[in-house]
């Protein structure tokens, strides 16, 4: 059973990738399945490698692709900054790991949003660091922050969606009731 829900889980990571960047419009930044593959990778797999090796892979694809289409993009592809973004998707596994066993309707939700603020918060922070225009105190930081929260609405919503169509998915592949709320016990 786990290798099958690990093969669904890859081919609809790489489907959803392969898809966003047809359907996606590129005015659309930041409105991305990674962070869903990570989080819900994390959900389904546990502590295995493939946790964290899918979501770096998908989004390193993903970077080569803009990279080949947007040839500016190309200096930022191996800049000190991508590091924050790359980190930012190995927390959204661990969390992932951590919400393993609450998969639920609200367990998705919950954690969809806190996976979208952890990456919020690691990527932009990352952008503080290693951008000149921001100055290197509290003010440059909170400037950095304040300037990404336009971007940050595309990260939520497709975070929010990836991972229900990712949890569905599974559920449905694995004849899972949907619930609601998981209660332990």
Do not use: H
């Amino acid at each position: 059973m786990k290798n099958k829900s690990l093969f669904i889980l890859i081919a609809t990571g790489l489907l959803l990738v392969a898809l966003s960047k047809v359907l996606i419009p590129s005015d659309l930044v930041n409105f991305s399945p990674i962070g869903a593959i990570a989080l819900m990778g994390g959900a389904f797999m546990g502590r295995r490698v493939w946790t964290f090796l899918l979501p770096i892979a998908a989004v390193f694809m993903a970077d080569i692709m803009i990279s080949g289409q947007a040839p500016i993009y190309s200096s930022y592809l191996f800049s000190s900054g991508m590091l924050f973004v790359y980190l930012g998707f190995l927390a959204i596994a661990g969390l992932g790991i951590l919400f393993k066993n609450k998969l639920s309707i609200a367990g998705v939700f919950g954690s969809s949003i806190l996976a979208a603020v952890i990456f919020f918060i690691l990527s932009n922070f990352g952008s503080w660091i290693f951008l000149p225009e921001y100055t290197k105190d509290m003010s440059g930081l909170a400037t950095c922050y304040a300037n990404a929260i336009p971007y940050f609405r595309n990260t939520l919503v497709s975070q929010v969606l990836f991972s229900f169509i990712l949890y569905f998915g599974w559920s449905l592949s694995f004849n899972k009731k949907l619930a609601w709320i998981k209660i332990p016990g």
